[in-house]
C-alpha cells in the first residue's frame, strides 16, 4: 500500500520488509521468497498518473539506488562470508597460515599480480593498437582500478576449493580473504587521492566559470557597450 502511493521513505519501508523476512522465515518458507515477492510489489514504470515512463525512472530503480549501498555493501559480503565457513582459528591460526607458501602466492598474486596484470594489458592495447585511454582519466586512476580487481570472495573461494579440495581448503579461505581486504584498503587509498585531485580540478574550473560570467555581465552592463 506504501509504494502503490508512492511512499519512498526508507524508515518506513524497511522496517516492513525485514518484518516481512522474519514472519516467511518463521513460516518455514525460504526467506528468499520474501525477498522476490518485495520486488514484485515495486513498479518499474511510472503510473500514468506519474507521467508515465517519460517522466524518470521508476521506484524500482529509485529504490536499487537508495539501497544498494546496504546490500552490496553490507548484507551480500556478510552472506558471502558466513556461507564460506571461514575457520580463523584465532591469532594462532592466522600465525600458521601465513607460514604457508600457498597463502603468501594468493596473497601477492591478488595485491601485485592483479594490478600488474590489468596496468600491463591496458599499457599494450593503448601502445599497439588504436584504443587510447579516455583524456579525462590518468595512469595513477588506472592504478587504483587494477588495485579493486584484487578484491576476490566467491570465484576465488571457489577455485581454491577445486584447487586443494574440500576440507583443505582452510588456508585458502584466509589467504583469498587477507588479500581482499589489502587490495580494498590500498585501491581505496589511491582513488581517495585521485578523487581529491579532481575535486579541486572541479573547484579551480567552476570559480574560473564563474569569474567569466560576472566578467561577461559587467562589461555587457557597462555604458558605453551598451551604446555601441
Known amino acids: 500500500m506504501l509504494v502503490q502511493r508512492r511512499v519512498r521513505s526508507w524508515r518506513l519501508l524497511l522496517p516492513l520488509a525485514a518484518i516481512t523476512w522474519a514472519l516467511v522465515h518463521a513460516s518455514g518458507v525460504h526467506a528468499t521468497v520474501a525477498g522476490v515477492l518485495l520486488g514484485f510489489a515495486v513498479p518499474v514504470l511510472r503510473s500514468p498518473k506519474s507521467g508515465g515512463p517519460d517522466a524518470g525512472p521508476g521506484l524500482a530503480e529509485h529504490f536499487e539506488h537508495r539501497f544498494r549501498p546496504l ?38 598474486g591478488l595485491i601485485v599480480g592483479k594490478p600488474i596484470g590489468i596496468m600491463t594489458a591496458t ?34 573461494l571457489l577455485i581454491g576449493e577445486l584447487a586443494f579440495g574440500m576440507g583443505d581448503d582452510a588456508h585458502v579461505k584466509v589467504a583469498v580473504l587477507a588479500g581482499s581486504v589489502t587490495a580494498a584498503l590500498l585501491a581505496t587509498v589511491v582513488l581517495r587521492l585521485r578523487n581529491r585531485a579532481y575535486r579541486r580540478i572541479h573547484e579551480i574550473e567552476t570559480a574560473d566559470l564563474d569569474q567569466d560570467g560576472v566578467l561577461d555581465v559587467y562589461e555587457t552592463d557597462r555604458p558605453e557597450t551598451a551604446g555601441s
Open 71 to 108: 546490500s552490496a555493501g553490507v548484507a551480500v559480503p556478510v552472506f558471502a562470508f558466513l556461507s564460506a565457513g571461514v575457520t580463523l582459528g584465532g591469532v594462532d591460526g592466522l600465525m600458521s597460515a601465513f607460514r604457508d607458501p600457498v597463502v603468501l602466492g594468493i596473497v601477492v
Open 123 to 156: 599499457w599494450l592495447m593503448a601502445r599497439f593498437t588504436h584504443a587510447d585511454l579516455d583524456e579525462n582519466l590518468s595512469w595513477v586512476d588506472m592504478l587504483g582500478l587494477s588495485m579493486l580487481a584484487g578484491i576476490g570472495f566467491t570465484v576465488s
